[in-house]
């Protein structure tokens, strides 16, 4: 019995692979992609060779002394002479000491996080908002004119209008805090999950390291997370910004540019077979190639970037060996390249607007293969990178870390460290010369111990020289210590962070709590010049683009607002703290002044206790009800008094009529309780 043709075609993974294989070498033959992987191998070569040349001896010289570990060379030199290996870890200790300082002022979280945001001075925002400040105007100066108010000459016009605007930019400003408000505590809750915070703790130790550090993002994946659905843990895809230190070994630059933003930038990616799996189906990635990519997996992993191994990655306890099946290396170039070029590599014509512009691009290559190639997603063209130093150089994207300021007086303190040990060790004990001639055969001279007993023999050539002779080297322990303790003040000094940062005690002015208290406010303005680079360089421009991004994806009319920010970075924290001094001394002057209450008004009371309130990592809403809660209470306290009044006015009236005197007056027109109204008189002589 036939059961007729088969609904689904089956094939074999072998046919599936074949396929993939024959789609991606018919795409790679294409000018568009014989193009690009052209134009990324140039650049891959530029910025290899410049980076050998320049920058890749620093890592690894940096690597070394943060690591405690003297240079093959210099080791064997060491080695040669004899004596000490001792290495003095001062580099090891100021980078972990410049790390903890930097990590106690940017790694805050809630109100203590290291940036804000806030509109500026005049703030754009929505038509409809500005339409409804117009109508409240109209509004305003209707009711003037229906309540009898006299027509107004030009000038007055003039006045009433400036007015209208003064009230108006206040209300616009109200409403662009409360939007930009809203977008700050969004931006934080994307930052916590996108994994800012452990991006800049691994940022913050290669600052101090390297000569310079790199964060990465936002940079949109695909992730897979557990969601509650009302009854369950489900499974479920999601796309989120993300962000991530990228290592300094990684990342190469052309070698005429100085600004990230302004050259093309490589990124090598050393990727797991999870890794090309995890890009099929994404937008962007050519599926036949990845998946070629993936059936000839392991195979010409590394040696197709055409590089020397590198000391630097051996320093980090890694080993990517050609041979390693578990790893390939791909580049990721952001270049901006001639539409005319793009139109040559057969671009579609409707992507590019002017053949004589340039246009970012993003290019992923893996062993000649061009696995993606997209315009940059950014609307004007920004690379997700954010590349600052401890000290900035004029003029170079690389700067200078704290392992490179006192690398030198490292090397001396490390050469006055040998020298210490190795003359200690000699000048020790005494040294011992012996006449070999006036031995007895067999007598043992390589031991010498107390209450030993030396046996010599007349010498046959009448030597009348004493046969063992004692005398103790000189020891050098002072002026060694001396150079030692000197280069240590060097270290102090050309690094910005001294040795009482970690605890150590300081004669003179550090023996009083008030002088340490100075000394290490003085410290400080070097670490703000570093955090001030961060915030230039790293904080401003990534919360910049996180802002712009969400006001051009997000869902919420109520978080657009003006697209120019301000982000203070962490400065901030020095201004928040001086506003809330100031906040608690406007409190405490309302609180204590009767004339500052009624200016205020209780509604504003309330809203600085929540303002004060919010710095107590506590629920606000707990502890204090909102602006318009505390005047909503007052409204209905105030209405509840004009009823009571309306009411004992209307018992007046009536018991007035019934000839009646009203309930609170005595007979003789006085108040109970000895009051007088003021509608009677007294009687006189109290008749």
């Avoid at 030199?77 to 290996?85: N, P």
């Avoid at 101090?208 to 550090?213: E, I, L, M, N, S």
């Avoid at 306890?317 to 099946?325: R, Y």
């Amino acid at each position: 019995m036939s059961l007729g043709p088969a609904l689904i075609p089956v094939a074999s993974s072998s046919d599936l692979e074949a396929r993939a294989k024959r789609e991606s070498e018919e795409k790679q033959q294409s000018e568009l992609l014989v193009g690009l992987a052209a134009h990324t191998r140039k650049r891959w070569t530029t910025m290899r060779d410049h980076k050998q040349k320049d920058i890749e001896p620093r890592l690894i010289e940096t690597a070394r002394a943060r690591n405690m570990e003297y240079s093959p060379t210099k080791l064997a030199e060491i080695q040669a002479q004899g004596g000490s290996e001792l290495f003095m870890g001062i580099v090891s200790t100021k980078c972990r000491t410049a790390t903890a300082w930097l990590r106690d002022t940017l790694l805050g979280t809630g109100s203590d996080k290291p940036w804000s945001i806030e509109a500026t001075p005049v703030p754009e925002v929505p038509p409809e908002l500005i339409d409804r400040l117009q109508g409240i105007m109209q509004q305003n100066l209707q009711q003037y004119y229906e309540l009898g108010g006299e027509a107004i000459d030009e000038m007055g016009l003039k006045k009433l209008a400036a007015d209208m605007k003064d009230v108006a930019m206040r209300e616009m400003k109200f409403e662009a805090d409360k939007r930009v408000d809203r977008m700050e505590k969004k931006m934080e809750d994307q930052l916590l999950e996108g994994g800012f915070v452990k991006a800049l703790f691994e940022f913050t130790n290669d600052i101090a390291t390297y000569p310079y550090a790199v964060l990465k993002g936002p940079v949109p994946r695909k992730r897979k997370t557990l969601k509650w659905d009302g009854a369950e843990l489900v499974t479920k895809e999601i796309v989120r910004d993300e962000w991530e230190r990228v290592d300094p070994y990684k990342l190469y630059w052309a070698p005429w540019g100085d600004d990230i933003q302004n050259m093309p930038v490589i990124e090598v990616h050393h990727l797991t077979r999870e890794d090309v799996e995890a890009m099929i189906g994404v937008e962007g990635y050519d599926e036949a190639s990845v998946r070629a990519l993936l059936s000839d997996f392991g195979i010409g992993g590394f040696d197709w970037l055409d590089r020397e191994d590198s000391e630097f990655e051996a320093l980090e306890g890694k080993d990517f060996d050609e041979a390693n099946s578990d790893l390939i290396a791909a580049v990721q170039l952001w270049d901006s390249i001639p539409g005319k070029l793009l139109l040559e590599w057969g671009l579609d014509e409707k992507d590019i607007d002017d053949a004589q512009l340039s246009y970012p691009c993003e290019v992923w290559m893996v062993d000649n293969i061009v696995i993606k190639a997209v315009l940059n997603y950014d609307p004007i063209g920004r690379k997700p990178y954010y590349v600052s130093s401890f000290e900035k150089v004029p003029g170079r994207l690389d700067g200078n870390g704290v392992s490179d300021l006192c690398m030198d007086a490292q090397n001396m303190c490390n050469a006055a460290a040998r020298a210490l040990a190795n003359n200690m060790g000699i000048s020790s004990g005494p040294q011992v010369g012996v006449n070999v001639s006036r031995l007895p055969a067999g007598e043992d001279i390589t031991q010498m111990f107390p209450w030993k007993i030396w046996q010599f023999q007349q010498s046959e050539y009448g030597d009348a020289s004493q046969p063992i002779n004692f005398f103790q080297p000189q020891s050098n322990a002072q002026e060694l210590m001396a150079v030692f303790d000197r280069f240590m003040g060097i270290a102090d000094e050309i690094t910005g962070i001294p040795k009482y940062m970690t605890g150590q005690h300081v004669p003179g002015a550090g023996r009083t709590s008030s002088g340490l208290s100075m000394l290490i406010s003085n410290a400080g303005k070097s670490i703000k010049q570093v955090i001030s680079n961060i915030d230039h360089d790293v904080l401003n421009p990534m919360l910049e683009r996180q802002y712009q991004r969400n006001l051009r994806y997000s869902q919420d009319p109520e978080l657009i607002g003006d697209v120019q920010i301000i982000a203070r970075g962490a400065t901030s924290l020095v201004v928040k703290e001086a506003e809330a001094t100031r906040k608690t001394e406007f409190l405490r002057l309302v609180l204590e002044s009767p004339v500052a209450q009624q200016i205020v008004g209780l509604p504003g009371t309330a809203e600085l206790l929540r303002d004060l309130a919010g710095n107590l990592n506590t629920n606000i809403d707990r502890l204090v009800p909102t602006r318009e809660e505390v005047q909503k209470q007052q409204d209905i306290a105030a209405q509840q008094q004009q009823e009571q009044m309306m009411m004992q006015m209307q018992q007046q009236q009536m018991q007035q009529a019934q000839g009646q005197a009203p309930a609170n007056l005595q007979e003789d027109g006085t108040e109970m309780g000895g009051r007088q109204d003021n509608n009677f008189s007294p009687k006189p002589n109290g008749k």
